[in-house]
């Protein structure tokens, strides 16, 4: 090709469709901007163009423009026919966009067509055009014409079923009848709900639409689903932080059964509020504020997710085995720790941290061993507790990644994780935080060393094997 | 010392350590308010580390981070000069305590081990912390010396600081080779006091050599001076040959070239094996951390850092309204005007779902108008209707589809083509459907009171056969 693949960087895409088929809600996801433009259920809440660059490695490769929603294609297409017609027969035939070009020029299109025109200006501007589709809507002929008007614009069109994971979405006929416009590469992008690989293929499309700007779309995509591995890899280490530092929770209590029960109720309370700042974190880190919660529903504030942690039907629902301690009722189970013969620990656990700790390590099993002489009892918190906050942060963290920016309908249900954490032996790296009570923030400061946070990494990696074994 | 400019600019380190201990005191504190450290950041362009550290720099200098970080490196200077003075002078103590003031004979074994004893055993343990790792590695004076620099620190700032240095240093895994260095340097320090005041001594004072054994044999010592005194003795330092140590041994012997031949092996020793190692591990602990310390990224997949990258490097970035709605411009609001109309009741639906049955089952006299939806049905269907206009028109329309300009214009226009019109709202009736909402508004910005929607299959084709009753 003559033209040379480093053409003119950004590409320009316009994104155009009828009223509200949830065009800026497709910008919202593609910009990774969630207070991008207004979103509602309200028709032609979009009245103007809006545009919004996506940048990789520093360089702003596409230019995407929100347009206002098609209103009246029916009465705009009768408008350039009799336009077309009215010029041929004065003796020059207008084509395509020369007939679109000539109505732009008429006052009409500052008045009743203004919507209208400005989808086509822009479209004639770009590159190439997305037209969104509310595949939940039947294929009237105001879509036919909207689809007729755009087509003379000659620009590459790319349809994109809006909304198809919706019940009532009838995908088929809208397949049908955009072939039969000659409009064959469609792809589905849920907006509320983009499967794993939306994004990568829509840009694919456009590549393939668009070969002389394939290299801007590739960069991109390169560059998103580094961000995707980087942002997945923080948040499995978030959440191992917070395993760890549950694991590593350990409180002695000296006293009768009033004064344990106290301390359990404590300990249940630190807990919960790691698991809300943990939760808090992962929101952060996916951009969603709690603001955000409230209107989009995230599973944390409905349903199952306001269980409590402790309830043992709430780690029935999540198929944890129970473990003794839960069974029984009390959440943080009394770790009733054999520590004569070091045996609860594990031994080889044992080994490796007088190996790794020193002698810090055998303070704490000092101070261990002298309290349970003084006949003092040591709460940790049961595995099936840990067993149950990685199962939910998990499942938060699968369905934040899962969820577009653009979600405003209610949280959809992901399938359940990998067996992996419901049942077997818990990861070693929480086995070894087990004695190390340091590593803990839960009751006051604690201590980040590189044993911590080796330790943190190697669950972060578990829990990413986990996840993608479950996937 | 060298004062340099007063707009003090932290050097590669430094930015980091800063930026670290932004983090830490963010993830302490919450978020700072940062709007403008932002905007400086996203300005000064480059990578997301770049602008991490220009965040840092701009959040640093306004929350005291930098004035504490230069008051650190000034503390930790000044405990550096503090403690090399007291290596310095306590080596020189030890010089002059192991050698005494000569009225006695100096016992060489002794003197060595007093010198060099310590020293040796420390570095023993030093090497086996260092080969097996672990957090308790870099030397017990290293960790004195941490001590001391954080009991110094004692301002919110510098503490945060020290923290920031350390857990930076930790995660590199340098913090074993900073506090070696130090470990080493306060070491080599001593030992050259005490190599100092060796000299002093040995040039001020006549000091007599001896050794004393029970068990072993002269030879033994013989063999144990000449082989300690080789490598000095490769270095030119003269070492006593088997004679003069037996005659060391056996009585004081005041021969000159003896007592040199002692004081000179003595201080080779002490500079060999003291001096020499501390001075070669020093320097590769310092070099070796100073690479590695000039090599240090901050670790940008920590969920802090890739918060921020959101506002520092956005994925996107808003151009903004390119083309403005110049709102206002009449949108066609057709009140509905009602003519004459006598014709037969007609029903006819809008833009309906192709798998909706049409027509409703309808009385009789009533004309079906038939289902339109595009260009050419609905021009006929107006013909029709201003050819006769009806008395009653209902027009039936799908609740779950989004209402329009088109199909609003087209309600309101046919509308107008009859003497008395409801609008039946089909499907999607149910109050969940958020679009019923935009209907209602529609057709009210179109005229039609709320008893002229009517939702209600029933109703509708009632009121189509009877009018209102």
């Known amino acids: 090709m003559a033209m040379s693949d480093e053409r003119r960087f950004p590409v320009r895409i316009a994104l155009v469709g009828h009223t509200n088929t949830g065009k800026t809600s497709l910008m919202r996801t593609l910009t990774r901007d969630g207070r991008f433009g207004e979103v509602s259920s309200r028709p032609s809440t979009t009245r103007h163009v809006e545009g919004a660059r996506l940048i990789a490695d520093n360089e702003a490769l596409i230019e995407l423009y929100d347009t206002p929603g098609m209103e009246d294609p029916v009465a705009l297409l009768e408008r350039i026919d009799t336009l077309v017609e009215a010029e041929r027969q004065l003796g020059e035939i207008l084509d395509g966009p020369a007939g679109i070009a000539r109505f732009l020029t008429l006052p009409e299109a500052e008045g009743r067509f203004e919507q209208e025109a400005k989808v086509l200006r822009q479209l004639l501007a770009s590159d190439a055009g997305l037209y969104v589709v509310d595949a939940r809507d039947p294929v009237l002929a105001k879509h036919r014409d909207e689809l007729a008007l755009l087509g003379r614009c000659a620009r590459p069109l790319l349809p994109v079923l809006n909304f198809v994971r919706d019940p009532e979405a009838d995908e088929a006929s809208w397949r049908e009848a955009l072939a039969r416009l000659g409009l064959h590469a469609v792809i589905r992008f849920d907006t509320v709900a983009p499967e794993r690989d939306a994004e990568r293929l829509l840009y694919g499309k456009l590549a393939t639409l668009l070969d002389a700007c394939r290299s801007a779309f590739e960069r991109l995509i390169a560059s998103r689903e580094r961000e995707t591995i980087a942002r997945r890899g923080a948040g499995e280490h978030l959440i191992a932080e917070m395993l760890i530092e549950v694991a590593a929770c350990r409180v002695r209590v000296e006293g009768d059964v009033v004064e344990i029960a106290a301390a359990v109720d404590g300990m249940n309370q630190r807990v919960r509020v790691r698991e809300q700042a943990c939760v808090d974190a992962l ?146 790296s929480i086995e070894s935080a087990r004695a190390h009570p340091e590593w803990s923030g839960l009751f006051g400061a604690m201590v980040r060393e590189p044993e911590r946070e080796q330790a943190v990494s190697a669950l972060a990696d578990e829990l990413g094997r986990f996840g993608s074994a479950g996937r | 010392m060298l004062k340099q400019t007063p707009e003090h600019s932290p050097d590669r380190f430094e930015r980091r350590w800063l930026a670290e201990a932004i983090r830490l005191l963010e993830a302490g504190r919450g978020p700072l308010a940062d709007a403008d450290a932002v905007r400086m950041a996203r300005l000064a362009g480059g990578t997301l580390e770049d602008r991490v550290l220009v965040r840092a720099q701009a959040l640093g200098a306004r929350e005291g981070l930098l004035d504490a970080l230069r008051d650190w490196r000034g ?46 055993v420390g570095l023993v343990v030093w090497l086996i912390g260092m080969w097996f790792g672990g957090r308790d590695a870099g030397g017990l004076l290293g960790k004195a010396w941490q001590w001391l620099a954080r009991r110094m620190a004692r301002s919110g700032p510098a ?18 080779w900073a506090l070696g260095a130090v470990t080493h340097l306060v ?60 005659a060391s041994g056996a009585g004081m012997l005041a021969v000159e070239e003896a007592r040199r031949a002692w004081a000179q092996w003595l201080l080779g ?169 935009h209907w209602m508004d529609g057709l009210a910005r179109l005229g039609f009171e709320s008893h002229e929607i009517i939702g209600d299959e029933g109703r509708a084709l009632a009121w189509l056969a009877h009018g209102d009753e």
């Open chain 1, 283 to 428: 929101l952060g880190l996916y951009r969603f504020d709690r603001d955000d919660v409230e209107t989009g529903d995230l599973p944390l504030i409905e349903g199952r997710w306001e269980d409590d942690l402790f309830n043992p039907e709430t780690l029935r629902s999540m198929r944890v085995k129970l473990g003794g301690g839960a069974a029984a009722g009390a959440a943080a189970g009394l770790g009733l720790d054999l520590m004569v013969g070091g045996l609860s620990l594990g031994v080889a656990t044992a080994i490796g941290a007088l190996a790794g700790g020193g002698w810090q390590t055998l303070r704490h099993y000092g101070d261990r061993l002298r309290g349970k002489l003084a006949g003092h009892h040591e709460l940790t918190v049961d595995d099936a507790i840990l067993r149950l906050l990685a199962l939910r942060a998990l499942e938060l963290l699968r369905a934040l990644e899962a969820r577009g920016h653009a979600a405003m309908t209610p949280f959809v249900q992901a399938p359940a994780t990998s067996a992996s954490w419901r049942e077997g032996a818990l990861p070693r």
């Open chain 2, 75 to 120: 503390i930790e200077r000044l405990g550096l000069i503090v403690v090399a003075l007291l290596a310095l002078s306590s080596g020189f103590g030890v010089a002059l305590g192991v050698l005494g003031d000569g009225s006695r004979p100096v016992n060489v074994v002794w003197a060595l081990g007093g010198l060099l004893g310590l020293h040796v």
């Open chain 2, 159 to 176: 503490v945060l600081l020290g923290r920031a240095r350390t857990d930076l240093l930790a995660g590199a895994g340098l913090n074993r």
């Open chain 2, 187 to 246: 070491w080599l320090l001593a030992l050259l006091g005490a190599l100092a005041g060796m000299v002093l001594l040995f040039m001020l004072r006549g000091y007599q050599f001896t050794w004393e054994t029970t068990i072993l044999s002269g030879d033994f010592l013989a063999r144990l001076v000449a082989t300690l005194g080789w490598l000095p003795g490769m270095l030119g330092f003269e070492v006593p040959d088997a004679t003069t140590v037996k």
């Open chain 2, 269 to 437: 020793c002490v500079l060999v094996y003291g001096v020499v190692p501390r001075g070669l591990l020093w320097a590769g602990c310092r070099t070796w951390f100073r690479r590695q310390r000039a090599a240090l990224a901050l670790d940008l997949g920590m969920p802090d850092y890739l918060v921020l990258s959101d506002r520092l490097m956005p994925a996107s970035e808003r151009i903004g309204v390119t083309d403005p709605d110049h709102a206002d411009t009449a949108r066609a609001a057709n009140r509905h005007t009602h003519v004459a109309g006598a014709g037969a009741p007609t029903v006819i639906g809008i833009e309906l779902r192709p798998e909706r049955s049409w027509p409703p089952t309808i009385a009789e006299g009533v004309v079906d108008g038939g289902r339109v939806d595009d260009r050419i049905q609905r021009k006929e269907a107006l013909a029709r209707l201003a050819a006769q206009p009806p008395a009653r028109l209902l027009l039936a329309c799908d609740a779950r589809l989004s209402p329009d300009r088109g199909n609003l214009g087209l309600i309101g226009e046919m509308s107008a083509c009859a003497a008395d019109c409801r609008v039946w709202l089909m499907d999607g009736t149910a109050p969940d459907n958020p679009r019923l909402a």
